[in-house]
């Protein structure tokens, strides 16, 4: 369950051709740039209900994951930049198979794939937290306010 890795099993990224490293390489491309628009939703959830928010501590723990979740945009933003340039490196391999050493190309692939996997962990960690946070205030902090206003028209 802690392996995130999107290749085929064995020694698949060392015999795979060009073009099926392309394809792969497309995959994740694809993937991340779902991931930012994900994490923009995020972003959007927290911002939403952060002004629900009436407790000092859970303020505290809205940030914390704030500051959690723009670490993760942060790493998709690097990610999407190196798997562009990696694409980039496998056109011209496609073109040119001595354009680069093969060995050394196919190391950074597996190095990105792996940077793929550590992001997807910290990913999947963040948006757990975000839902929970934001369903926590749903839950705890209506009830807050209710009580509250319950108290203004009491005294009104």
């Not at 501590?57 to 914390?64: L, P």
């Not at 996997?117 to 960690?125: C, G, Y």
């Not at 009580?147 to 009491?154: E, Y």
């Amino acid at each position: 369950m802690n392996n995130f890795r999107y290749r085929p099993k064995d020694n698949f990224i060392q015999e795979a051709d060009w073009k099926e490293l392309f394809v792969l390489t497309e995959h994740w491309k694809s993937d991340l740039l779902f991931f930012a628009d994900d994490i923009k939703f995020l972003h959007d959830l927290i911002d939403k209900y952060y002004l629900w928010i009436a407790r000092k501590e859970h303020i505290d723990k809205v940030q914390e994951i704030e500051i959690n979740l723009l670490n993760v945009d942060r790493q998709n933003a690097l990610l999407l930049k190196k798997t562009n340039k990696h694409l980039e490196h496998l056109e011209a391999l496609i073109d040119n198979p001595f354009k680069y050493d093969a060995y050394e190309f196919r190391n950074e692939h597996e190095q990105l794939e792996d940077d793929l996997s550590d992001f997807l962990k910290s990913f999947r960690k963040n948006r757990k937290e975000v839902f929970s946070i934001t369903e926590f205030i749903i839950d705890k902090e209506e009830l807050v306010r209710h009580l509250d206003f319950s108290k203004i028209k009491n005294y009104a």
